[in-house]
C-alpha cells in the first residue's frame, strides 16, 4: 500500500557529490519523519539522516557538516544532498519514513536501497 522508490546512487570520485531522493507513494494519510539510513557491507545498518514534519533535522556525526537532508512535504519526496563524499561513505542507502496510511496505523516503510560508492 505504500511505496518507497529512491534514486540518485552510483559511482563517485572521493572530494565529489551526489543527491539522493525518494518519493513516497500509496494510500498515505500522514509522512511524519523521513530519513536515510546507510550500511556498508559486514556493518549493521546506521543512520545518516532524518528530518521531521516539522522540518528538525538530525544527523550522525561522520556526516555533519558534508550531508544536507532536506524534504518536499507537497511531493511527499526526501532528499540527500551528499558533499565531500570519502570512500567511507560507500554503502547501500535505504530511505525510511514513518507513515500513517489511510486504513491502518503509523508505521515505518524502507526504500529497496541505492547503491552509492566513492572511489577512484
Known amino acids: 500500500q505504500v511505496q518507497l522508490v529512491e534514486s540518485g546512487g552510483g559511482l563517485v570520485q572521493p572530494g565529489g557529490s551526489l543527491r539522493l531522493s525518494c518519493a513516497a507513494s500509496?494510500?498515505?494519510?500522514?509522512?511524519?519523519?523521513m530519513g536515510w539510513y546507510r550500511q556498508a557491507p559486514g556493518k549493521q545498518r546506521e543512520l545518516v539522516a532524518r528530518?521531521?514534519?516539522?522540518?528538525?533535522?538530525n544527523y550522525a556525526d561522520s556526516v555533519k557538516g558534508r550531508f544536507t537532508i532536506s524534504r518536499d512535504l507537497a511531493k511527499n519526496t526526501v532528499y540527500l544532498q551528499m558533499n565531500s563524499l570519502k570512500p567511507e561513505d560507500t554503502a547501500v542507502y535505504y530511505c525510511?519514513?514513518?507513515?500513517?496510511?489511510?486504513?491502518?496505523?503509523?508505521?515505518?516503510?524502507w526504500g529497496q536501497g541505492t547503491q552509492v560508492t566513492v572511489s577512484s
Open positions: 525510511n519514513a514513518d507513515i500513517r496510511i489511510v486504513t491502518g496505523p503509523r508505521v515505518g516503510y
Open positions: 500509496g494510500s498515505i494519510l500522514s509522512i511524519y519523519a
Open positions: 528530518i521531521t514534519s516539522g522540518g528538525s533535522t
